[in-house]
């Protein structure tokens, strides 16, 4: 019977929770554990002082008709969480004296903003559009990547349409190429703003981000796609998985940590150690699926076979991924100049560049009259965990300082209008979110390391799969979910059973 598969699933941010949801609604057992006291991991959210602010994730993708949220959630039978298309989704600010450029969702409008922003560069976006389009249509068959075995095989040739086979001769390209191809490779402040919008998606930038990724990640924001604003915080979307998860009976364990992993070879089962406090648990499953990036497996798995050396080597060999800084304020809605929508993102001096985000009135996120202010830059995470206490306090406290200022002289605040400020470091997300050394955002979507080179869900180890921002490829709750889809269907055939068809 398929209750007796048990599968144990690590971590409940939006990986974690979509592939328990799933395979507790197949009629798995599945018991989903989670350091913290909640779920959502970056895409959760956190209250202080009367406000609520999103951790790390602010915006999403991937809940219009057809999105990969969209289908997940009518497969699950919850509702989509209510949520505002955001157009413009984005207002990027160069900061060179030529007017923001804003990301139109409607198509034509998009077209007319990039002419004038970026004249003569209409061949390289039409080429984007095209591998955009390949890229959709595969990404709408459910393929598996990266390949682990014939049966992962099998599914990525049939997700493959005769488009993805030319524009498959890109696969090593990056979008640079693509801008020399379309003679747009001088074009300076192109260039400059592929740079900005690149590497909230990717970690990279025009000159390193993989071509075939870097095509959809810029098109996500336009129709039918879009990007959204959740209304009562990002939790919404990690409240309603849960809500699926206790309505098919999975066991969710807040406030437990994961110690160690080890296959029981004579049961054909894996041991899980959890502590909490002074108290150890010990539990089995068929299956484990670990959702936090793979570099935390490092410390888990505990069996001196060759195989498990080789495994961890290449988990310790996975390029570095980006922390975060992230400035949380408040302040009155009067305080703030009118810049016409919820992201706004600018080239600065001091951090090359800061995305903002903005709550929306009546979204529950602060007071009415009053507005929640968050804004991001990404950092080397050795520069916040090489430092003593004391240095790393004053470090701290002196970013939240040039943050402010930065701010201040971009949007017109006086120093006296902040109603709430706070930092958090690549320190304050390891504490948070259980990630190792507080990294967010997966592997960069470089041409080494993207699709069919990346890491695959399917370890070397029976029973043991990844999920995650590190795995399909992407980031976001939209590139998560895939991952969890996919971890879930290759779960399903290996028990003989029929794969989903969203």
């Keep these: 019977m398929i209750k007796e598969k048990k599968v144990f ?84 600010d160069l900061n060179d004296g030529s007017r923001p450029i804003k990301i139109w969702y409607e198509r034509n409008k998009w077209i007319s903003e990039r002419k004038r922003q970026f004249p003569g560069s209409e061949r390289f976006w039409n080429l984007c559009n095209l591998i955009h389009q390949s890229n ?22 049939n997700a493959l349409n005769p488009q993805n086979l030319l524009t498959g001769f890109l696969l090593r390209s990056s979008m640079f190429d693509l801008l020399k191809i379309c003679r747009s490779d001088q074009d300076e402040r192109l260039i400059k703003f592929l740079n ?77 150690n959890s502590s909490n406090g002074n108290k150890v648990n010990e539990y089995y499953a068929n299956d484990v699926i670990y959702s936090p990036p793979p570099q935390g497996l490092l410390n888990l798995l505990v069996d001196k076979k060759d ?20 400035f949380y304020s408040a302040l009155k809605k009067e305080n703030m100049m009118d810049i016409s929508t919820n992201h706004y993102q600018f080239v600065s001096e001091e951090f090359g560049s800061l995305f903002i985000s903005l709550s929306e009135q009546g979204d529950g996120r602060a007071p009415l009259g009053e507005i929640t ?36 002289e971009k949007f017109n605040i006086s120093s006296d209008n902040w109603l709430h400020r706070e930092l958090s470091t690549p320190r304050s997300f390891e504490r948070w979110t259980n990630r190792p050394r507080g990294i967010v955002g997966g592997l960069g979507q470089n041409p080494e390391i993207f ?39 290759q779960i399903l055939a290996n028990n003989g059973m029929k794969i989903l068809q969203l």
């Design 9 to 92: 699933v690590i971590g409940a941010g939006i990986a974690g929770l979509t592939s328990a949801a799933i395979l507790s609604k197949l009629g798995f057992s599945v018991t989903l554990i989670e350091a913290h006291k909640q779920s959502g991991g970056c895409a959760g959210t956190f209250k202080r002082n009367g406000y609520i602010f999103d951790v790390g994730a602010t915006q999403v993708a991937g809940l219009e008709s057809g999105g990969i949220h969209s289908k997940i959630f009518k497969f699950l039978e919850i509702e989509i969480p209510e949520a505002s298309l955001l157009d413009p989704s984005c207002v990027v």
């Design 196 to 272: 900005l919008q690149l590497k909230l998606y990717s970690q990279e930038d025009v000159y390193k981000t993989a071509a075939l990724y870097g095509c959809t990640v810029l098109q996500m924001a336009q129709m039918p796609h879009g990007l959204w604003h959740l209304k009562d915080s990002m939790q919404a979307l990690s409240s309603a998985l849960e809500d699926s998860l206790k309505r098919t009976n999975a066991k969710i364990l807040f406030n437990k940590k994961v110690d160690s992993l080890e296959y029981d070879s004579q049961n054909k089962l894996w041991r899980i």
């Design 373 to 408: 202010l968050i804004a991001s830059i990404f950092t080397k995470t050795d520069e916040w965990f090489d430092l003593e206490k004391d240095q790393y306090s004053i470090k701290k406290n002196q970013y939240l300082i040039k943050i402010s200022k930065a701010l201040e």
């Design 136 to 157: 959709w249509k595969f990404a709408n068959n459910h393929p598996v990547i990266p390949i682990g075995n014939f049966w992962d095989f099998s599914q990525f040739i």
């Design 451 to 489: 699709g069919l080179f990346g890491l695959s869900s399917r370890t070397p180890f029976e029973g043991l799969w990844l999920c995650g921002d590190s795995i399909y490829p992407g980031e976001g709750t939209a590139g998560v979910s895939q991952s969890a889809l996919m971890v879930s269907q």
């Design 307 to 326: 195989n498990y050396f080789k495994f961890k080597n290449r988990l310790k060999n996975l390029p570095k991924p980006s922390g975060a800084v992230v």
